[in-house]
């Protein structure tokens, strides 16, 4: 883009955003300008796990050192805010939340063990996932690595809810 | 811990190798047709640190001390133990070695710490290590109401 | 760095704010009492300083239903310390830094001057986090492990009624609807070349008021945000590089001919 005007650009504040429910400007926070405007935004709405799940947190991310009667260490903020954020993409409203497990060396772990699956969900750090699952009518494990992409691993959540039972007498199982 | 990863040769097979279970690695297991509360598999995770391992303690050394392994493994944090013994853990091509804590700014001593280590570097146990420890393990202090898997 | 040539070029674009910025893990050992130092390092071009709320943590993942980009939630222990912004003399420059996240803003206000483009904010910044890293390298012994990256353009478009949009935006065909406000929003998943998703480029229009209501304008915000390929600063820049191609790109695609024409567009 090029060379911008001269004219002084006066304040800007939204315009009745604040009736809008769940409104969230895109660049909150990073932008200068929203520092200049009053109004108070709407924060998102959570999901129901991470309503559940957010004393949770907190227990973990404040554990003592040598909580695991070793050398453990609290969960680190960042894995657990990472873990808070993959708990919300997970989210199907049909299922309970995740357990969440802490690891001694600041990392966590989600685990479902439900409908005949385990699910265990190494949170490593921000992008650094292994996601294991045992499939214990089939006799079958699963291990994926992941970064960004949490498709298979939403699959597998979503499993979960499956009526299985009934799949395997149609399947003949 | 400083020490680097080697197998003991003053443990004997037969030793049993102690692991203290937190309140924090029990869960809730709903498979099976019922609701139960079961030891996570977490519990048999090794740091992910590439040298690090599993810290576990030496029913041995507290017995020459005349330590009660029972009680010093255990408290409200750590409610319960479990154990292998020292072949179970070399069959799973594993080792274990002393690694007593000392003078450490935040952690009591503990001269009977010891680690059960990979022999490669690595971030996790493989999955077979992992279930293999979970399967050899036997309850040293139980806790009521749960399961060891 | 030279500008691409395939990208739509304004002489008069109704830009009013680019950022550009990185998160990276929280520098280990870090204490509130360290924020002077970081402050040396740029107080010659930046002395004055506020201080801020911290921003918390954003992670860019894919998958599963949830279209949020992430819950806000108050967890544990907060990296120790606040958000500092240190500003030029003339205040159209800052950088923002906190223990894990810096980023550095143009600003078309308060003195208004030329947009310095993208070329020269991409420089600068560059510069002012090498300095950064080489000072948490020598001072923690911590090498900068960056995880996320985003660059913004926030335009502000005077309208004399919100009933206009269709004038400005592509997207909106509002025919003679009196419109009293005005926000939309969208993201796009962003697909590297193995197919795999690494970052969104959201967009949002917004109907604004001055203070008094006197004066309309839309804010259109474009904002490019995920994972760099690396953990480094390289990774980081090309990855800046990335989404300024695609914002701009966005801009020429969602405004109209009309608006495009007004703003100067170099054909």
Redesign the interface.
Known sequence: MGESRMNAQPDFTTAFQDEIPNYRAITDGISSLSARGTRVRVAHPRSAWVNELEKQFDVLTSLRRGWDGYAGVPVSFTCAQFAANLVERLYVRSLPAPQLVPMPNGTMRLEWHMNEFDIEVDVLGPYDVVAYRSDLLNDSEDEIEIQTDFTELAEWVAALAADRVQLQEVAGG | ?AVQPYDEAEIGDEDKIIR?V?V??L??????GQRRRRI???LY?K???PQ?GM?VEVEALMLKDGVDPAGY?T?D??PGAVAFSAAEIRALDLMVGYDP?KD?P???D?PY?GEVWRKTEA??FT?AQTNGLRDAAKWYVQIEGVELK | MRRPDHLPDFTDPPLDEVVLGVQFAPVPGYASVHSMKVWDLFRADFPLVQELPALEPQFETFGGVSAQTGPRIQIGAFPVGSRLWFLSDDENHLIQFQPDRFLTNWRREPNTRPYPRFEGLAETFDASIRKLGVHFESDFSYRMDINQAEVAYINIIPVASFSDAGTWFELWNGGTFEVEALNTSFNEVIRGADGKPFARLSHQIQSVLTADGKQRAFRLSLTFKGKPAGTGIDAAMEFLAAGRDAIVTRFGEITTKEAQRKWGKVE
């Open positions: 811990m203290r937190p924090h690695h869960v809730w297991d709903e498979n099976g996570s598999s977490a995770a740091s992910t640190e690090q810290s493994v408290s944090e750590f804590i450490d935040v952690l009591p503990n710490h971030r996790r999955g």
